[in-house]
């Protein structure tokens, strides 16, 4: 067994489900937690997953692909994709827009009528009232604006407003999501699984390996963050110095649609 270096095994005791390398390991293949979490935010005991995958990619062909959190399955084909967001600008109303259209998309295979298409909803857990309204949770559905009566379409979008946590199921849960002790948390499925990766060994290893690589994937970012700034700010100084934006592409490793980009700002 690999033994983890004790910095390691100290910010594993730190984290909460709210950080999203944590909660994917707690709901990982986990229909059971997967449904509790649901049932919860919904305030429907009916919900039955048949299945729960996190960091599931889902293909766009023509644009932008998507990572995402959770993504659960009923057996009716109805979707969840449940995301954590620590960050507002992380849970816009674009994107919760996009995320909700590619569900979409693989929801309904080739030749099926509309009518086949399942509801699917795009679940938000953020660490701040990005909805701004201090309610505790918020039910986005279209509505006819003329009459203001639902186009049920089957599109749902739902922000849950983790700073609240009273004495609700939904607040409990949201409490849960800031534990970082599992002792301290309300529900037991929860606890039990957060248990097993901060202190058994097996359960350590297996978060411990997901969490070195997770910081070697951001240090890794952000010295290639650091190298891009410092061509950036050198393809400035040549283009500030009069050089051409042929030379200055060549010296400063920036593609040349990035130094015009550059050099439009600079004689702005």
């Known amino acids: 067994m690999v033994k983890l270096r004790e910095d390691t095994r100290e910010s594993i005791a730190k984290l909460t489900l709210m950080d999203v390398i944590f909660m994917n390991k707690v709901f990982e293949n986990d229909t059971e937690r997967t449904a509790l979490l649901l049932r919860i935010i919904l305030n429907n005991d009916k919900i039955k997953v048949i299945k729960a995958v996190t960091q599931q990619k889902l293909k766009n062909l ?3 692909d998507l990572q995402l959190d959770i993504l659960a399955r009923e057996e009716n084909g109805r979707l969840f994709n449940v995301e954590v967001q620590n960050r507002s600008s992380g849970a816009a109303a674009r994107r919760a827009r996009y995320h909700l259209s590619l569900l979409d998309t693989h929801s309904l295979p080739k030749g ?3 009518q086949k298409l399942p509801d699917n909803y795009v679940i938000f857990i953020t660490q701040y009232d990005v909805l701004k ?5 918020y039910h986005i559905n279209r509505k006819i604006e003329e009459n203001n009566v639902a186009f049920a379409d089957g599109s749902h979008i739902i922000y849950v407003n983790n700073k609240i946590k009273d004495n609700t199921p ?12 599992p002792n301290d948390m309300y529900y037991p499925e929860l606890a039990e699984k957060a ?4 202190e058994t060994e097996k359960g350590l290893t297996n978060m411990g390996d997901v969490f070195e690589k997770f910081v070697a ?3 890794k970012e952000a010295a290639m963050k650091a190298a891009k700034e410092k061509n950036i ?3 400035k100084g040549l283009l500030a110095d009069g050089m051409s934006i042929e030379f200055t592409v060549r010296h400063s490793k920036l593609s040349e649609a990035e130094v015009r980009e550059l050099a439009s700002k600079l004689t702005a």
């Open 233 to 235: 700010e050198f393809a």
């Open 62 to 64: 023509s644009g932008h």
């Open 217 to 219: 994937k951001r240090e």
């Open 112 to 114: 099926e009528v509309y």
């Open 170 to 181: 939904l607040g409990r849960l949201m409490h849960d999501f800031n534990c970082s002790n």
């Open 133 to 137: 309204g201090g309610l505790p949770i």
């Open 195 to 198: 248990r097993y990766f901060k």
